[in-house]
């Protein structure tokens, strides 16, 4: 059977003999990207060529690598498509031909490419604030269309318009801030054949650094081998980097600069005056960099470095002295000489150092900038010595010395005239100021001394002075004695006198003020002290027709009284005083009578009592007395008031200490108006010294002292009767007491229940049934029993206390020195002796007949 192509082809050759066709098969092709196809044209005719064009218009040649063209016979040719490309997609033609007769046919090639995403880098940076372009580039065949999401929600511009989706499909984020960062998704879709695909971007905000100085400006202090740290503060992200520049040069850590590992804090060591300046903190990032500059200001100690020592002869015209400083701030300069202050636009005179007259503007003080002139006019010798140049700033201050040498003539200084006598060698003393320096030479009547021929005078030099000892031996050696003294600018003589001394004039005495033991004499000083000093005073008393008692004062400066002391109270006296120099003691001064006051009574005599004499102007020592007190190693110290000594007595102090030991006990200070003191607490039978001393304005008396011993330790404790046991005692009667418990139980037993010991013993031994009667010693406080050597004696122990007895009803009186510490106690004749307020214990044997007690007598 024929097939119907043959017959379709039959027809159609029939039909058209005279003419070309052409047909490609198949007419249209989808390709996928990357894979190869052919095309089959065939025609119908005779055709002399068969050719192929491109989609573009272009004749395919066969030598196109990826697009070849191939005859295969007279009727057909292959388009054969390698490696299909989305470039390669179009309607590719085929045309035959023979002679002018021309046929063609086309396919359509379609070629289809998956979603591939050529250029998303990630993660993708931008600095906040810009405009972030994030990059998703995306290729597919049909083109495929984007959209974008961030946190898992679709990104759509019209709800906010700082994201917009790019034709070309890039996000675009207008003002990036650093919430914007995180991962973004690019989605890739193609709708005609439901094609999906997607990436994730991360986008990275980087922050602009900020940066902040600790302190903007920083001071230091050069030449002081100190450090100084310049520090500052950076943020941002990513975290930056810090560095400092000065000058515009960056420092790098060494000997000069040091940085920390972040390099936000920079040291300068050893900092000096060039390091002075603007040091820039920078801090970079991906975002940028930031620079903050900090200020260091390098202050320098005022320092003095030029001064000029000066020379000048006396009554030149002037002379000048520099001094020149250095520092930051600038320092202010100023001289002082001695005592005497200097500073600019100050001007004073003198003639002698420490002694400034009228403002004869002999010195003048300039400064200008840096340097300093002091300018000394009328030259005078005592200008010379050392000037201080002190320069001065907020940092600190330096001072160096300026010497001014002053040449000048002999100046002749010291006491003209000198007193002694005759036997007492004197000094006659030449003080010689000169520059350079003076040689001295001594003359009398105009001969040159001492000479050959005298002895009694002796010449001595120290430093510029000149000493003439002279002894007079008679009255031609008193007069008058030359001084010269030469050196290169001059002589100078001086005329000193050697005068007899006398004895001085007598005192005058102007009151006397007397007290119990004591009087105060107050007197005037000689009107003549002869030329020479007073050495002492000579005081003198008496009583009325007795003979002169005399003490020796040395005379000290300003004595105008004199305490005398060792007077009988109640007694009229007379004084009368004479003065002493190195001459001889001067006449009496007249008589002066006084009667001392009345002596205050004391109640009792003391225990051991010393007392001193009162030194001139204090206190009389306080007379003391002792009692003892009750306890035994308590004692009352009594004092009683002497002589004040001129003034009102302030306070007392007392000390006390026992005296085997060294060390006294904290002194006790007891006002003006008190009259004892009690030391409790005491040591017992130990020897104790108290010292108790008087002040006045004047000073402190000599101590009155006071001996005495503490009673001995008693061996009872203290009990409402006054009687006392000691803890020996105490334990005793405990063990008394158990077993009178033990004896008391029995005879319980034996009285009411007729059994117990005491009951075997009555009845086995002595056939007894019950107790018998009271015998008289039971009465009297004592136990009788008939004695049976056969039988075993019961010990009955039983303390005694005796009562203190007191006198005709009265209660005990305090003790005295006197007194003994303890009453002895009344004693009958049967009573056995023990000592005071101690327990007597007593062992007596009883037999086997019951004992009988009287009612003073209490039962165990």
């Known amino acids: 059977m024929l097939q119907i192509r043959d017959i379709l082809w039959g027809f159609l050759y029939i039909a058209c003999a005279a003419a070309i ?19 089959l044209c065939e025609v119908v005719g005779d055709a002399k060529d068969i050719d192929w064009f491109a989609p573009n218009g272009e004749k395919i040649l066969p030598n196109n690598p990826n697009v070849q063209v191939n005859r295969n016979d007279e009727t057909t040719s292959t388009l054969t498509i390698y490696h299909a490309d989305v470039d390669d997609a179009g309607i590719y033609k085929c045309v035959a031909r023979s002679g002018d007769k021309e046929a063609q046919a086309t396919v359509q090639v379609k070629i289809f490419q998956k979603i591939t995403f050529k250029n998303v880098p990630s993660p993708q940076e931008f600095n906040e604030g810009d405009d972030a372009d994030i990059i998703c580039d995306v290729v597919g065949s049909p083109v495929p269309f984007i959209l974008w999401k961030h946190k898992g929600v679709r990104i759509q511009s019209n709800k906010d318009v700082r994201y917009n989706v790019m034709d070309n499909g890039h996000l675009l984020i207008r003002g990036i801030k650093k919430t914007d960062e995180g991962a973004y998704n690019c989605e890739a879709r193609v709708m005609e054949t439901g094609e999906i695909n997607f990436k994730m971007i991360n986008v990275v905000v980087n922050v602009l650094p900020t940066i902040r100085a600790r302190q903007s400006e920083v001071n230091a202090t050069a030449d002081m081998g100190v450090s100084i740290l310049l520090a500052c503060d950076a943020d941002g992200f990513p975290e930056p980097a810090v560095t400092w520049a000065y000058n515009n040069v960056i420092l790098e850590s060494g000997d000069k600069y040091s940085l920390n590992d972040d390099g936000s804090e920079l040291v300068i060591k050893d900092v000096i005056k060039v390091d002075e300046g603007d040091y820039t903190c920078i801090a970079r990032n991906k975002a940028g960099e930031m620079s903050q500059e900090v200020s260091l200001n390098v202050f320098v100690q005022a320092k003095i470095t030029y001064m000029n020592n000066q020379t000048a002869t006396e009554f030149d015209d002037e002379v000048t002295l520099t001094c020149e400083a250095s520092g930051d701030p600038t320092p202010s300069i100023s001289w002082s000489f001695q005592n005497r202050m200097f500073s600019e636009g100050e001007q004073a005179s003198w003639t ?30 005592t200008y010379a010595g050392q000037y201080l140049c002190t320069a001065s700033n907020s940092i600190g201050q330096d001072n160096q010395p300026v010497y001014l040498e002053v040449r000048y003539a002999p100046k002749i200084l010291g006491v003209v ?69 030469t050196n290169a600018m001059g002589t100078e003589s001086k005329e000193f006198l050697l005068i007899q001394a006398e004895v001085p004039s007598s005192p005058e005495i102007q009151q006397v003020e007397p007290f119990s033991s004591s009087a105060v004499v107050e007197f005037d000083e000689p009107d003549s002290f002869g030329g020479v000093p007073i050495i002492k005073y000579l005081v003198e008393w008496r009583l009325d027709g007795h003979g002169w008692t005399g003490k020796e004062y040395d005379a000290t400066e300003d004595l105008t009284r004199i305490t005398i002391v060792g007077l009988t109270p109640d ?3 007379e004084v009368k005083m004479s003065a002493v120099n190195g001459k001889g003691e001067s006449e009496s001064s007249a008589a002066v009578k006084f009667k001392t006051g009345p002596i205050p009574s004391s109640e009792a005599p003391p225990l051991i009592v010393t007392t001193s004499m009162a030194l001139k102007g204090e206190p009389s020592a306080p007379k003391l007395e002792a009692m003892v007190q009750n306890q035994g190693n308590a004692l009352k110290v009594n004092w009683i008031k002497q002589d004040d000594g001129g003034s009102p007595i302030k306070h007392y102090l007392v000390r006390y200490k026992a005296k085997h030991v060294s060390d006294w006990k904290p002194e006790i200070r007891m006002p003006h108006s008190s009259e004892y003191v009690v030391l409790g607490g005491l040591d017992w039978n130990t020897e104790y010294e108290v010292r108790v001393v008087a002040v006045n304005q004047k000073g402190k008396s000599e101590p009155g002292i006071l001996s005495f011993r503490t009673a001995t330790e008693p061996t009872t404790m203290p009990g409402a009767s006054g009687s006392g046991l000691s803890t020996g005692a105490i334990v005793g009667i405990l063990i008394v007491v158990f077993f009178a418990l ?5 005879v319980t037993c034996y009285f009411l229940n007729k059994c117990g010991l005491l009951m075997c013993i009555a009845v086995n031994f002595c056939g007894k049934a019950g107790p018998g009667a009271k015998s008289k ?75 009988q007690t009287n009612g003073n007598e209490s039962k165990a």
């Not at 047909?23 to 990207?33: D, G, L």
């Not at 033990?742 to 029995?746: G, I, K, M, P, Y």
């Not at 009562?803 to 056995?832: F, I, M, R, S, Y």
Request: charged share 25%; hydrophobic share 30%; glycine share 4%.
């Open 571 to 573: 007694t009229i006296y």
């Open 352 to 381: 002698r150092p420490d002694q400034y007259e009228s403002h004869d503007r002999n010195i003048v003080v300039r400064s200008h900038a840096r340097v300093s002139s002091l300018l000394l006019k009328n030259v005078d010798f």
């Open 21 to 39: 066709q052409v047909q490609v098969t198949p007419t249209h092709r989808e390709i996928s990207v990357g894979e190869s196809k052919f095309f």
């Open 417 to 485: 005239a000198v007193y002694t006598w005759e036997g007492n060698p004197a000094n006659i003393s030449c003080e010689v100021e000169a520059h350079p320096g003076a040689s001295v030479t001594w003359f009398r009547d105009g001969l040159q001394v001492p000479s050959v021929n005298t002895t009694n005078v002796k010449i001595y030099s120290k430093q510029s002075n000149s000493y003439l000892e002279v002894s007079p031996e008679s009255q031609s050696d008193f007069g008058s004695y030359n001084c010269t003294a």
């Open 742 to 746: 033990l004896v008391a139980v029995d």
């Open 777 to 851: 010693d039971m009465e009297e406080g004592k136990a009788n029993f008939t004695k049976d050597e056969s039988k075993e004696p019961i010990v009955e122990v039983r303390t005694e206390e005796e009562p203190t007895q007191n006198q005709e009803g009265v209660g005990p009186a305090e003790p005295n020195e006197t007194t003994p510490l303890t009453e002895p106690e009344k004693k009958t004749k049967d009573d056995v002796k023990t000592e005071a307020n101690n327990t007597a214990v007593e062992v007596k044997t009883v037999p086997n007949e019951a004992p």
